[in-house]
């Protein structure tokens, strides 16, 4: 599995546009095969937004962040839109949260080229800390 949270930042004037992006996007991938979650929420604070990713696995990631309605829609208006964005990998605690463990799997050489770029940019990372403590429920 793969569960990823990001915090964006959205330039001022932008909110309106960025929300119409968000719910085409929302659409789309809630279609796709493997996408168990895909939310954004607005904050307490003004311009932003958080976006919860949950997917079956990495590579299901990895196809949803190459797809053409992807890079069709957000890839291109980032620059429009962020004043700042961030992620962090997430994982479940057994017992308290459904799903299995964030994990990272790297991308074939057969994978398409732009999945082997968003897995070079975007890597599932976990944390050291995590190891010790799943399946101790």
């Given amino acids: 599995m ?17 929300e119409d992006v968000c719910r085409a996007l929302h ?4 279609t796709e095969k493997g996408c168990r979650q895909y939310s954004y929420w607005r904050a307490n604070e003004e311009r ?14 990895l196809i949803h962040q190459s797809s053409d309605y992807h890079e069709n829609l957000i890839v291109p ?14 994982d479940p605690l057994e017992g308290a949260s459904d799903g299995p463990p964030t ?16 897995s070079d ?8 800390w995590w190891k010790s403590l799943r399946g101790a429920a």
């Fill in 27 to 30: 659409k789309e991938t809630m």
């Fill in 48 to 61: 932003t937004y958080y976006c919860l990713l949950v997917f079956d696995s990495y590579k299901d990631f």
């Fill in 77 to 90: 208006r980032g620059p429009e839109f962020f004043e700042d964005f961030s992620t962090e990998w997430l």
């Fill in 103 to 118: 994990e990272h799997q790297a991308a074939a050489p057969s994978d398409p080229e732009l999945e082997r770029r968003y």
């Fill in 2 to 18: 793969a569960t990823l949270f990001a915090k964006i930042k959205i330039n001022k004037g932008k909110e309106k546009d960025f």
């Fill in 121 to 128: 940019m975007m890597p599932a990372v976990v944390a050291g």
